[in-house]
C-alpha cells in the first residue's frame, strides 16, 4: 500500500516542488494539499493520510497550532514541521504537541531520508538529524 | 501659537473697592479677570478654572493671604500659577520672606504704581502662556514619537513578512529541486556534481542572510510562539555573529504579553545588546527577564565592557549611535509606562527596564 501526504504550506511554490521531490518516490502519493492551518485540520480528519508535512507560519493558525489539533484527532499519525525558522526553540513547541520531527526548508536534502526512517519506525517519537535546527540567525 | 490666547488671573481683596482698582489697572492687558473677595471665594474659582496669576491681598479676615497661598502650592495643579502678594501691612523682610517662601513670586507694596503691576503681572501671565503652549507642543510630540515607533515596528513586521512570503517559497523551491537533482547524481559528470554541490552551498548561504535580515527586522516567533523563545533565538544568533558570550535567564512563568509590549522588549533587548556589540567591547552579556512582586516585569541587560560615557547618557539627542538607541528605550518603556535606568562605570553597563504589567505577565508559559 502506497504512502500517502498531506501537504500543508500557504505557498504554492512549495507545495508543488514538495510534491515533485515526494512523488519521486513510486511508494508515495499525494492526497491532499491545504494551503492553511484550519482547512488542513478539516482535510486530516476527512483524509486521515499517512503522514503531514505542515509549515509553520501561515495565515490564520500557525504550525504548531494546527499540528496540536491534529493530534487531538489522531495522535498516531506523524507530523513533520517544515519551517524557514528552524531553530531549538521551535522545535522544543514542536515536540510538545506531537510533531515528530522539525525540518529546514532550505536544507530540505535530508528531508525524504528523514520521512523514510520516520515511516519505518512506525510509531516512534523521533527528531530527525537535520542539521539547521540548531542553527539560529 | 502666535495668537493671544487669555489666561485667567485672580484678583483676591476683602475690600470691594481694591478689587475694582486692580481691574481698572489691569484691563488693558485684555485677559480674563476673576474678582473673589475672601479667600474661600477665591479657592471656589482655583478649583474650577486654570489660574496663571492669583493677585491677593495679605489681609483679610478668616483665610489671610499666607494660608490661601500654602493651600495653593498644596495642590499640583497649581504648579504654573504665579501668586503675587499686595500689602500695606507686613512689610517687613520677614514678612516678605514669609510669602516667598509659601511660592509668591512677588511682594507689592501700597501704593501700588499702576504701571508696575501692569508689567508684572503681564510678564508672568505671558510665561504661563508660553508654559502651556511647550506643555502643548510637548504632548504632540510625544504622540508623534510613540506613533513613529508603532509605524517603525508595523512596517518592520510587513517587509519581513514580505520577504518571508516572497523570497523563502523561491528558495525552498530552489533548495528542493537541487536535492532531487542530487538524488540522480550518478547521470552526471564530475563538473557538473561539482556546481551542484555549490549550488546547495549557495542556496544555504542565501536562504542564511535572507532569514537574518527577516530577523532582524521582525522575529517570526516573536508573532508565533512569544517573547522568551523570540529572545532567545535572538540571543544564539547574536552571540554566532557577534563573538559575545550571550547568558540568557528567563523565568519560565512569563507568558504572553500583550502584542505591542513584548515587540517593545524584544526591541529594548536588541537595542541593548547591538550597544554591547558596538560601544562597549565587552565579550560577554546577560539578558534577564523576570518579574517582581509588585506586579511588573524586570528586563535587565548587563554587560562587562567600558561603559556609556555619560554624556551619551544624559541627552538622548546627541548624533550619536547610542544617544539615539538609548533615546528609542525611553520612548518605548515611557509608552508603557514604565521606568528606564543605567548604570554605568569602567567596568560594565547594566540596564534595568520596570515595566508594569498587572496580572499579565504570570501566566502558563
Known sequence: MRTRFLIVDDSDLVRRSLRMVLQANPDWEICGEAADGVSAVEMFKELRPNIVILDFQMPGINGIETARRMAEIAPAIPVVLFTQHASADLERHALEVGIRSVVSKTNAFPMVGMIEALLESGDSNTTSDHSDSKNPD | MAEHQKVNILMVDDQPGKLVTYEAILNELDENLIQARSGKEALDHLLKTNVAVVLMDVSMPELDGFELADMIRQHPRFQNTAIIFISAVHL?????????????????AVPIVPELLRAKVRVF???????????????????LSARLITTQDEERRRIARDLHDSVGPLLAALSMNNGLVHQQAEKLGPQAVEALRQNSE?????SKQTRTISHLLHPPLLDEIGLLPAIRMFAEGFGER???????????????????????????????LTNVYRHSESKTAL?????????SLTVQVSDEG??????SRVSTL?????????SGMRERVRELGGTLDIQSNGNGTTVTASLPVGNMAVVSA
Open chain 2, 202 to 206: 549557495l542556496i544555504e548561504q542565501l
Open chain 2, 242 to 272: 557577534s563573538n559575545v558570550k550571550v547568558t540568557v535567564e528567563l523565568s519560565p512563568e512569563i507568558g504572553r504579553l500583550p502584542p505591542t509590549m513584548e515587540i517593545s522588549i524584544f526591541r529594548i533587548v536588541q537595542e541593548c
Open chain 2, 306 to 311: 567600558k561603559g556609556i560615557p555619560l554624556d
Open chain 2, 92 to 108: 517687613t523682610d520677614i514678612d516678605r520672606l514669609k510669602a516667598y517662601q509659601r511660592g509668591a513670586v512677588d511682594y507689592i
Open chain 2, 125 to 143: 501671565a505671558d510665561l504661563h502662556r508660553k508654559t502651556y503652549q511647550l506643555e502643548m507642543l510637548n504632548r504632540d510630540l510625544r504622540t
Open chain 2, 318 to 326: 546627541v548624533g550619536n549611535s547610542h544617544g539615539v538607541g538609548l
Open chain 2, 287 to 295: 539578558i534577564r527577564i523576570s518579574p517582581t512582586r509588585d506586579k
